[in-house]
């Protein structure tokens, strides 16, 4: 149950974004991307979610090159977070978590919806906003609504085997430090039911406490990839973020 | 069995108060058109719209009365649900068929094909295909360059969007002016005629083909309410979540470019209704395409009955162009649209 990202560049305006990465994504394993603004975490994000398809190289979702799924299946396999954008219309908080239903021929739909739609809700503690207006919230509340939406759309019948991955892009950003918290162990939930994630962070110290695996990118390079606490070492966080850093032991925790 | 659910799947997320409101705006489309038919010039009791004995009162009904109501209605319901689906598509509530060109370009198409090619051809064909074709090239190639000019509307595209209207509803005037100008006597009765913007030319040969094409596209587009809220969050997310963003704009264009331009062809110019209808809905119940797109239709039905009504019984027996009727109610709705938006 893996996702490979093989030797994958990405050029936008003849700029090279992304050279030759190559990784696998693992189910039940949080996968961490770091790296500073504009390094390509986005732009990774997008091309393993199949928005964009990579100049050169592949990316494999169990073992089938992601080109020949269909736009509807890829939804089914993965869910998708990203930084969001303006909501024109005034709909409810209930009609947007409702968007990431994913109707499966005729499964029934009352009886799981209902269940799944409550969970979600729950899991992203949003039961207090479902009926008000989404874009009367703040910056913050609207993250978690839509975290719930991206929950909702990797709900799974509890008898199927079927792959699921979680991509977040900055999940966490405009959150308080409860919700951040909360968020990040609903996250680890998933990923031990088995669900693989791949999440961006800026706070390399949420990073270290929750990921499995970390990436960094650095000017579209990968600069390392590995077990979190390999690749958190001073040498390779000075040189991609340019910065005097120390990294204490127990509790681990890197200053800077 | 699965085609059947998942066309109605869409209904799923509808909620309880937006299905009395849809049900309602049902039963105020069959109200409008028993009042329609049994009001005009000539007058008939609602309980004696079934047995008429009377030849003349006959024929007028049935002949005259009926296709007319029949074609407002279906008028009316095209241009909401046209703009409910065009707004969603731009994500901007002042897109509509008429702001953004399309109606004008529907109106060039036809006034080509009026001053150009009513002689050459034979009339059977002419109003009952030619001319909606023509209408419908016009309104498509119009939408065509609206979606190069914005970007394969974008969110960023507005300002773009109403200032090509403007641009596209000045060439289409002036398009029609050339015509009138090198138009025949014959040819200038047809284009006036036709630019008044009535349903006074209705008759079942007429409208018959028109309404079987309205009524499937509609039937076509209305499942795609749900993708339509999806897109609400972006097309790259419209994307995750499993929409073909490219063929959905594909599919609400090409039926808004069908229902406008047939709409257009057979009672001219009729300006605010697509605009005006789907915001009174959101306004009522809601922002949801599932209920928004029905409803459109529903309400730019009855309206649209009702100004034919206006039109027909205000300064009887002669008639106000339902055009005039539109506009002038319509106008003033804009004008407090965008007093309110300037407020927020």
Not at chain 1, 106 to 124: K, P
Not at chain 1, 158 to 174: C, F, G, H, R
Request: with cysteine; proline share 3%; charged share 15%.
């Amino acid at each position: 149950m893996t996702i490979e990202v093989s030797s994958v560049s990405y050029l936008k305006n003849k700029k090279l974004i992304l050279d030759k990465i190559s990784f696998e994504i693992e189910s039940g394993e949080i996968l961490c991307i770091l790296g500073p603004n504009g390094s390509g975490k986005s732009t990774l994000l997008n091309l393993i979610s199949g928005y964009l398809s990579p100049t050169r190289g592949d990316i494999y979702i169990e073992g089938q090159n992601i080109k020949n799924i269909s736009i509807e299946e890829r939804a089914f396999i993965r869910s998708v977070m990203s930084q969001s954008q303006a909501i024109v219309f005034d709909f409810t908080v209930r009609e947007i978590v409702e968007m990431g239903w994913l109707q499966r021929g005729l499964i029934n739909f009352s009886e799981n919806f209902e269940e799944a739609f409550s969970r979600a809700v729950n899991e992203a503690a949003i039961e207090d906003l479902v009926d008000k207006k989404f874009n009367v919230l703040s910056g913050g509340e609207q993250r978690r609504v839509h975290f719930s939406r991206t929950l909702l759309q990797s709900w799974r019948p509890s008898n199927s085997v079927e792959p699921k991955y979680l991509l977040l892009d900055e999940p966490t950003a405009n959150l308080d430090i409860k919700h951040e918290q909360k968020l990040m162990k609903i996250v680890k939930k998933k990923a031990e039911d088995g669900i693989g994630v791949v999440i961006i962070l800026h706070d390399i110290n949420l990073a270290a406490k929750y990921s499995d695996k970390i990436l960094i990118l650095d000017s579209g390079i990968m600069k390392s990839f590995g077990r979190t606490f390999d690749v958190l070492n001073k040498e390779i966080l000075e040189e991609v973020y340019d910065l005097p850093i120390v990294i204490s032991n127990d509790p681990f925790k890197i200053i800077y | 069995m699965n085609f059947i659910f998942s066309y109605f799947f869409f209904l799923k997320f509808i909620n309880r108060f937006q299905v009395v409101i849809l049900s309602s705006f049902i039963f105020l489309t069959l109200f409008f058109f028993l009042v329609s038919i049994s009001n005009g010039s000539f007058s008939f009791s609602l309980l004696s719209l079934f047995s008429l004995e009377d030849s003349l009162n006959k024929v007028v009904l049935y002949e005259i009365r009926i296709p007319r109501v029949l074609l407002a209605g279906f008028v009316g319901a095209s241009l909401g649900l046209s703009g409910a689906s065009l707004q969603g598509l731009f994500r901007n509530p002042l897109a509509d068929p008429g702001l953004i060109g399309v109606s004008a370009g529907a109106a060039l198409g036809a006034a080509l094909l009026i001053v150009l090619g009513s002689s050459i051809i034979p009339e059977f064909i002419f109003n009952t295909f030619a001319l909606p074709i023509s209408a419908v090239t016009g309104a498509a190639i119009v939408i065509t360059m609206l979606y190069f000019f914005t970007r394969g509307f974008g969110y960023q595209g507005i300002t773009y969007m109403l200032l090509i209207g403007i641009a596209v509803n000045a060439l289409a005037s002036v398009g029609i002016g050339v015509l009138t100008f090198i138009s025949s006597d014959s040819e200038l009765r047809g284009l006036t005629f036709w630019t008044m913007g009535s349903f006074g030319g209705a008759s079942w040969q007429i409208i018959i083909p028109a309404l079987l094409i309205i009524s499937f596209t509609v039937l076509w587009m209305i499942p795609a309410a749900r993708k339509l809220d999806l897109l609400q969050l972006g097309e790259p997310e419209a994307y995750r979540l499993g929409i073909d963003v490219q063929k959905l704009k594909f599919k609400v264009i090409i039926s808004s470019a069908i229902t406008v331009g047939i709409s257009v062809s057979l009672s001219g110019m009729i300006g605010f209704v697509g605009l005006v209808v789907p915001h009174l809905v959101r306004l009522i119940g809601g922002v949801n395409h599932s209920y928004l797109l029905p409803t459109s239709a529903f309400l730019g039905a009855s309206l649209m009955m009702l100004a034919d009504l206006l039109s027909r019984l205000l300064i009887s027996p002669a008639e106000v162009p339902v055009g005039l009727i539109t506009s002038a109610l319509g106008a003033p709705f804009f004008l407090w649209l965008i007093y309110r938006s300037r407020q927020i």
